[in-house]
């Protein structure tokens, strides 16, 4: 099948993608610079957290392949760039990868060709940073080639929604850019949504990443707040949710993990924020709600420690010493996805302070803390009964957790999902 899409980044934003066009009937030829990817992926070894085994064998069976030659960019109509954004020290988006992307691809970027970015960026990066780079081939856009933003809407593991039933919104550089990269995305999903630009369509992605994490820095607040006058807030919500407007229920953690990173624009370079002639422009007024819930979700792993001390307390035990069993290390429910889970950073607090850690995982055979390998329960029930404290930090589905708080000598359980009574609850 000969290639008419190529996705340029083959991970969790990508793949899915691909997956989907290529269900589609689309040819797909997947880019990725690094030849030890495009190797497993051909070889039907799938990144964590992407697909699922059985997904991307159905995929290079029906004529999807990953390539690491740069050369294949030139025989596609439409090119994707899922490349990833991730946060980097300065807590600024690390746009590494898509200028890497951006590069590659003008060096063989076809008239007429149409270019969608659906990495995570501020607003203004299409049009005043992935732009001249694109240009730089020789080719305008908007005149000789698309260009558009598409905010990725995936949520890894939801069995109801997916690429073709969540809509797909799009903003071009000019209205028959948005028009080409609707007709793109009109072959895979349901419904597609014009933005007006590119810069609405990047302020999407904006407003919906940091929804969650203004939503879920409020629970954490009140987690806190109701522990501390020990009101039942699992109750609470439970209550609240009830009320059939004006409120959607979102629950405390041990911490927030994921791809889907806050986007503070108060860190934005200057290019993501400056005007159409070039001239840079500040935001009015900074986001401080978006601040305060960075601030808040990065310090309940702390909390869940302090939890995790003090219930030793009560019991007459030790944080010092004591055996500690994660349940749970992924950043999401019955995925292998490690990204930004809590995990990490609690299990480091908890071997600062001298716990003993093991842990279980259903999904991850191997795990290191402080690059140091932490030992893994073979037998869940038998740690369960020996750890002075078992810490459940992600509830996968294979865990029996009524069974479990009853084994158990304590349990913290930081997901709510334990029956009331069963066990202390964050």
Request: proline share 8%; with cysteine.
């Amino acid at each position: 099948m000969p290639a008419d899409l190529a996705v340029m980044g083959l991970g969790h934003t990508g793949l899915p993608l691909a997956q989907a066009a290529t269900a589609a009937g689309i040819g797909v030829i997947g880019y990725d610079p690094d030849p030890t990817v495009v190797a497993d992926i051909n070889a039907g070894r799938v990144p964590p957290g992407a697909l699922a085994a059985a997904d991307l064998r159905r995929m290079l069976a029906c004529g999807f392949r990953a390539s690491c030659d740069p050369a294949v960019l030139g025989r596609v109509r439409t090119a994707v760039v899922c490349a990833p954004a991730p946060l980097g020290e300065d807590h600024t988006l690390d746009l590494s990868a898509v200028t890497a992307a951006a590069r590659t691809l003008a060096e063989h970027l076809r008239p007429h060709t149409t270019v969608v970015l659906e990495s995570p960026v501020y607003p203004g990066t299409t049009e005043e940073y992935l732009r001249p780079l694109l240009e730089a081939g020789g080719l305008r856009a908007g005149r000789d080639f698309h260009l558009a933003y598409s905010p990725g809407r995936l949520d890894p593991g939801n069995r109801d929604f997916h690429l073709a039933n969540t809509p797909k919104v799009v903003g071009g550089l000019t209205p028959a850019c948005t028009e080409a990269a609707a007709a793109f995305y009109g072959r895979l999903a349901e419904r597609v949504v014009r933005a007006r630009g590119p810069r609405e369509a990047e302020a999407v992605k904006l407003l919906e990443t940091n929804y969650r994490h203004v939503n879920i820095a409020f629970a954490n607040e009140m987690a806190v707040f109701c522990h501390d006058l020990g009101v039942d807030l699992w109750d609470v919500i439970r209550c609240a949710e009830t009320k059939p407007f004006g409120f959607q229920a979102f629950r405390p953690g041990p911490g927030v993990g994921g791809h889907s990173v806050p986007l503070d624009p108060n860190a934005a370079p200057h290019f993501a924020t400056g005007s159409s002639t070039g001239r840079p422009r500040t935001p009015g007024h900074p986001m401080r709600m978006v601040e305060l819930a960075q601030e808040v979700n990065g310090r309940m792993p702390r909390y869940v420690v302090q939890r995790a001390a003090a219930l030793l307390n009560e019991h007459g035990k030790s944080l010092r010493g004591a055996r500690v069993l994660l349940l749970g290390v992924t950043y999401k429910a019955d995925l292998a996805d490690q990204e930004g889970a809590p995990a990490r950073e609690i299990g480091a607090r908890l071997l600062e302070l001298g716990a003993q850690l093991c842990y279980h995982d259903p999904y991850v055979p191997q795990w290191r803390v402080l690059d140091r390998p932490v030992p893994r329960a073979d037998s869940l029930w038998e740690a369960a009964a020996e750890a002075d404290l078992t810490l459940l930090l992600q509830h996968h589905r294979t865990y029996d957790l009524q069974g479990l708080a009853v084994k158990a000598q304590l349990m913290l359980d930081t997901r709510g999902a334990t029956p009331a009574g069963a066990a202390a609850r964050l």
